[in-house]
């Protein structure tokens, strides 16, 4: 497999994001895994990124997994963020998709220790989901409106690095990279930013960061 010429901005992405989010309290500690369900959706790009990590048992307990059970209930999203995007431009609502927390656990869940088994190079959804409070206690992350926005635009700014990819369900984009032509599963194209879901109120405040994330995406600064 080639290299994608994009690999190295999605890790200076990742960094960004890690020193984004050291800003926020974060309840989340080894063995809460509560989020890890089958609703996680990454990039093309980042499918390569983990698949570049991991060793090949890894690799196959995920093909195992994926061949043992084609059928297993997960999100299967119909359209990527940023064309989510577009249609919150033109005024329209996307479609809501089927996600059911009880879809769990991720396949790369080590069940025993209740740890991500490629915690290190997690996809930006997964780095992006934190709770203030356990989530034991109340079956649901709990973040401020900030966290929210940033969360969303990190994930924007991922796929906005994978224009040319697809956007899928993990465990679908993981098979096809892995195995291509392994799944029929229809995944959405993905497509560069066409409007940051930032509101107004939030726009100058998050200024600085916006630079940076401009700068990694090789885009013009802010307000220019």
């Known amino acids: ?36 369900t089958r609703n996680v959706i990454i990039t093309s790009l980042e499918a390569e990124y983990i698949l570049s990590h991991i060793n090949n048992e890894t690799a196959e307990k995920i093909s195992a ?4 059970d084609p059928a297993l209930p997960r999100l299967h999203p119909s359209l990527s963020l940023n064309s989510m995007a577009a249609l919150y431009m033109d005024g329209k609502n996307p479609p809501e998709d089927e996600a ?18 490629i915690y290190t190079h997690r996809p930006m959804a997964c780095r992006c989901m934190i709770s203030k409070k356990c ?35 993990l465990l679908d984009l993981l098979m096809e990279t892995y195995h291509p032509g392994s799944t029929d599963q229809y995944m959405p194209k993905n497509r560069k930013i066409p409007m940051l879901m930032i509101p107004p ?15 990694i995406l090789n885009l013009d600064a802010p307000g220019k």
């Open 1 to 36: 497999m080639s290299s994608h010429p994009a690999l190295p901005a999605l890790a200076e992405l990742y960094a960004l994001q890690e020193k984004t989010f050291l800003d926020f309290h974060s309840a989340c500690a080894p063995g809460c895994a509560l989020c890890c």
């Open 65 to 68: 997994a994926a061949k043992a």
């Open 100 to 117: 059911d927390p009880s879809w769990w656990p991720c396949p790369l869940l080590d069940i025993s220790s209740r740890k991500c088994t």
């Open 135 to 169: 989530c034991e206690s109340s079956d649901a992350a709990e973040m401020e409106e900030n966290e929210v926005i940033i969360h969303t635009l990190f994930l924007q700014a991922t796929e906005h690095l994978d224009a040319e990819g697809r956007s899928a369900n």
């Open 201 to 215: 109120s939030f726009q100058q405040k998050l200024r600085p960061l916006l630079e940076e994330i401009h700068r």
